[in-house]
């Protein structure tokens, strides 16, 4: 694995006060790890390891979430393969050969867990100086990386491998337990070294997507509410009260606020574009590029997101991964109806959970209704719904691709990067906003004092607290954000509540094949068998000599 360091550190410049005898243009084992400056250039490489999860082009936590919920179905075009649609019902009878379905995947998650733990084995060396605060803000940063990149692995496939120090040995499975041990610790060592004042809501133009104190906080609150609702018991490494302390903190100290318009989080959801020029029209309050130039809202980044993943318009086929690779995916196939670019039809939103939350004025922002925007005119229908599998009528519109008013693609109108229709897109991945904080907040205190002020921002009326108000609202404030099959999977223990749940809103679900009328299907027997968790890929268990085992049901 010491090519995976080695691609995180490649290329750096290094400063004038080096000994003469090292290298001007690249780091190495002997200078990656020196000092405070290039501690930070290590941290960097970390940061672009978890990037690396979503825009090296594997399924991606994002879109694995998606398809595997109630919220949507695998989708794709008529003569595509059917290996998401093993994702989506949790049965191989859709393609026996897809055995590596997240073969992609595992590799990215243990190349950026292995340049986290290069740099936390190598931190106790590094000459820090007298800056302690810097040794302990880098090394936290680091920890929370890894804790989120093995709280990931761990919730699609349960039992991984455990690797904290950089080796390539070949490991079992650990236990969950074991794995959850090393999550809290990372998280807690963030919260406790990560300054408060270093990241945090009121500073979010500079440090958009650092990991700060607050978002390990939300992470470990997180981290709590799954393990305990999925494995059915309290971690040793981290209590209620805990939970309780980090989430309140967040809250209360963070300086983060509920964005005015819901709309404005997302920028397919506030924006048009202008009628005589290739600029937009847009309140959104996120980095963008328009008029020439990168934009960070209308008033700055907004104080909503606690944690972004971030992306760029640089990626290409040649090394440089930084793009955000699912967005083209959510495009309908085929038609570009601005803003809404075309894509690859995955992800196609259940028109069932549409209209079970059809009345909540957010659901405009959440989702795209062809129907009502006059798409399915019958040269539309030619080309988009003969070509499309389980077409609803419906896409992903928070992070769908954008077009402009002719259909020229954002990146090409604007000449940005690769102008590639699979990579040149960038809008960022908020993994936590801070009305996930409020709902956690009020699921942890028991209190509806965050469920009201989320719903009070949309119009809605005040309710009291329950554990189906709580349910009821986080379907629908976090609908489309890769965070309702994780929801499911806590609400009952090894998944058994999910099973019932998405069969309920999946099975017989009216669709369009190719045009032809059908009706979807679910078992829960499918789904029960395997937990609710992913296939191991077979290449890692040959590669292995078997050390490794499949979970169960696959």
Known sequence: MSAVAALALSAVACSDDFFETSSKTTMNSETAYSNTATAEMALIGCYD?????????GVGIYMAAEIAADECFAGAGVGDARNYNIIDDFTMSWEPSYVNLFATDWTNYYKGIYRCNSLIANAPNIDWGTDTVAAGRITGECRAIRALLYFDLVRLFGDVPLLTAPTSDNLPRAAASEVYTVIFDDLKYAIANIPASAYNGSNLDENDGRMSKYAAEALLARAYLFYTGYYGAEHPSCTKAEAVAAINDVVENGGYDLEANYADLWMPACTEPAADSYNWNTTYAGKHYNNGAWQAGQNGISKEFVLNLKFNTTHDYNGNGDGN?????????????????????ICVPNSRFVTRYGGDPRMASCVVDFAATGFESQADFDKCLIDSYEYTGYAIRKYAPLCFADGTRESVGFQLGEQHTNITYYIDYTVIRFADVLLMHSELNADATGINRVRARVGLPAVGYSEDALR?????????EGIRYWDLLRYGKDGSYAAQQIAEMQDGVSVYNGGVKATTTFDVADFTSKKGLMQIPNSEITLSGNVLTQNAGW
């Open 325 to 345: 690779t699912f967005q083209v995916f959510l495009g309908t196939r085929n038609v570009c109806k601005a803003p809404i670019a075309s894509g690859w039809g």
């Open 472 to 480: 009821d609202e986080r379907a629908r404030e976090l609908a489309f």
């Open 49 to 57: 390891g978890w990037q690396r999860t979503i825009s090296d082009e």
